[in-house]
C-alpha cells in the first residue's frame, strides 16, 4: 500500500453529494454533486436489520427523516450507546430495507439551509446499490467517470449488534464489478477505523484513512505513524485544521508539514469538509455578517491547492471546481 497510482489531480469529492444544496444522502443530491463537476460521490453507509446498506449519515435518522412524524414508528424510539456516547432517537438497524423506504429523507441543516428544505419529503432513503447504478449512468451521460466514495460508519458498533458492514459492502462491490485495480466505475474506500480498511483489503481497490482531530489520532501524524497508515491505506482523509491550522481568532494560519509527510509515505491526502458558508470559513474568509451567506470560499480552496492536496470533501462542489478552474488557470 502507499503506492496509489491515480492520475496526479485535485479530485472533487461530493460530500454526501450537493448538500449544500440537496438533503443529504439523497439520489437528488448525488447527482447534483456530479452535474455540478464532482468527480466521486461521498456515500455514508449503515445497515438495516434485514442486511441492505443505505446512504445516511449516522445510524441515527431522526434528524434527517421524516420518521418521528410517522406513528406506525412512533414505538421505536430509543437509546443506543455508539462509540461511548448515548443517542436517543430512531436507528437504521431497526428496520427493514423495505420499511425504511417508507421514509423520506429531510434537511438535516435546516437552519442553516433553509433553501433545501423545499425538497424535504421529495427523496427516499438510497441503498448503495442504487447509488452505484447512478454513478454508472452519470458516467455515460456525462462522459467522465462519476465515482464512488463509500464509508464504514461506525463499524466497531455494527459488528457488535452482528450486522458487520465489510462482508455487506465486498458482496455489492463484487455484485456491481466495483473489485480490483480496474472496477467499473473508480472507487475509494474510506473509515475512521483502521480495522474496518483492513478487513476490506481483499477488495483491491484504494482505500483512506480518516483522520479526526480527536487525541487519539494524534500518532497518525507523524512521519512514523503515516508510514505504518501506508500499510493499509492509500490516502488519508483529514480534517482540514490539520492540513492548515487556525489561530484562536478562527483565521487560517500556516500549514502544517502533514501533506509532504503523507506524500513522502506514498500517501494521497483529501482533507475533509469544505463549506461555502460563513459559518464555515476561516473568519478571515468571512463576507458581511449574514452567518449562512456564502464567503470567500474560492481564497480557502486556494490556500489548500497551494499546498499540494489531491482532493477535497466538499459540500458545494461547483464552488469547488470552480475554484480548481482558476486555480489550474493560474488566477
Keep these: 500500500m502507499g503506492t496509489n497510482t491515480r492520475e496526479p489531480s485535485i479530485e472533487i469529492i461530493s460530500h454526501r453529494g450537493a448538500s449544500g444544496h440537496r438533503p443529504e444522502h439523497t439520489l437528488g443530491s448525488y447527482e447534483l454533486g456530479a452535474r455540478f463537476g464532482g468527480d466521486f460521490i461521498e456515500v455514508d453507509l449503515v445497515a438495516t436489520s434485514d442486511g441492505a446498506l443505505v446512504a445516511r449519515h449516522d445510524p441515527e435518522i431522526g434528524g434527517t427523516t421524516d420518521v418521528a412524524d410517522r406513528p406506525e414508528f412512533a414505538g421505536r424510539e430509543t437509546s443506543r450507546i455508539i462509540d461511548g456516547a448515548e443517542i436517543t432517537g430512531w436507528f437504521v438497524e431497526d428496520f427493514t430495507l423495505a420499511e425504511l423506504k417508507t421514509l423520506r429523507a429531510t434537511e438535516r441543516l435546516p437552519h442553516v439551509r433553509p433553501e433545501n428544505t423545499a425538497h424535504d419529503g421529495e427523496y427516499e432513503i438510497p441503498t448503495l446499490a442504487e447509488i452505484i447504478e447512478l454513478a454508472k449512468e ?93 500499510t493499509f491505506a492509500d490516502a ?39 463549506r461555502s458558508e460563513n459559518r464555515f470559513l476561516p473568519t478571515n474568509f468571512r463576507s ?14 486556494e490556500a489548500f491547492f497551494e499546498v499540494g492536496v489531491d482532493g477535497v470533501f466538499t459540500d458545494h462542489s461547483r464552488h469547488a471546481f470552480l475554484a480548481r478552474e482558476l486555480f489550474e488557470r493560474g488566477e
Design 138 to 230: 452519470l458516467t455515460a451521460e456525462l462522459g467522465r467517470p462519476i465515482g464512488v466514495y463509500p464509508e464504514t460508519k461506525h463499524p466497531a458498533y455494527h459488528r457488535s449488534i452482528g450486522l458487520a458492514l465489510e462482508p455487506l459492502l465486498e458482496t455489492e462491490l463484487d455484485e456491481n464489478g466495483l473489485r480490483g485495480p480496474e472496477p467499473e466505475v473508480p472507487v475509494y474506500l474510506q473509515s475512521f477505523e483502521a480495522d474496518s480498511l483492513r478487513a476490506l483489503a481483499d477488495v483491491g481497490v484504494a482505500r483512506v484513512f480518516l483522520l479526526g482531530g480527536e487525541e487519539h489520532f494524534r500518532p497518525y501524524l507523524t512521519p512514523e505513524g503515516l508510514a505504518d497508515v501506508a
Design 288 to 301: 458581511g455578517g449574514d452567518p449562512n451567506a456564502y464567503g470567500g470560499f474560492a481564497a480557502e480552496y
Design 236 to 274: 488519508i482523509g483529514p480534517a482540514k485544521d490539520l492540513v492548515i491550522s487556525r489561530d484562536t481568532d478562527g483565521n487560517l494560519t500556516e500549514p502544517t508539514s502533514l501533506v509532504d509527510d503523507a506524500h513522502e509515505a506514498g500517501l494521497l491526502v483529501h482533507p475533509f469538509t469544505f
